[in-house]
């Protein structure tokens, strides 16, 4: 059973940065995908950043490229979104999740229910 646990949210200015972790328990399949999404009040939850555990180029919303840098560690079982240049549109919950398909295309929101889940970490930005 994969258990995910999100750390290093917290409340920062405009212009900030912070760095969330992601530490997956239980054995993880390196031909999938993990990824980062948000989801701020009455929206929809939605892909931030993505990343194949067995290499290859991370993806990106258009919203966060250039500020947001996602990366892994295999070895550690964490995935890591480095967020700088923190924008007050950027406050959401945070939430790490890890494909539960093997091999499928990473960079794309698919049904909630096929991916594993973390709690979510709060990130709020204030102007």
């Known amino acids: 059973q994969v258990q995910l646990m999100e750390s290093g949210g917290g409340s920062v200015q405009a212009g900030g940065s912070l760095r969330l972790s992601c530490a997956a328990s239980?054995?993880?399949?390196?031909?999938?995908?993990m990824a980062w999404f948000r989801q701020a009040p009455g929206k929809e939850r939605e892909g931030v950043a993505y990343?194949?555990?067995?290499?290859?180029?991370?993806y990106y919303a258009d919203s966060v490229k250039g500020r947001f840098t996602i990366s892994r560690d295999n070895d550690k079982n964490t995935v890591d979104l480095q967020m700088n240049s923190l924008k007050p549109e950027d406050t959401a919950m945070y939430y790490c999740?890890?494909?539960?398909?093997?091999?499928?295309?990473?960079?794309?929101?698919?049904?909630?229910?096929?991916?594993?889940w973390g709690q979510g970490t709060q990130v709020t930005v204030s102007s």
């Open positions: 239980g054995y993880t399949d390196r031909r999938k995908c």
């Open positions: 990343i194949h555990l067995g290499g290859g180029n991370p």
């Open positions: 999740a890890e494909d539960r398909v093997v091999g499928r295309v990473c960079g794309r929101a698919w049904p909630r229910s096929t991916y594993y």
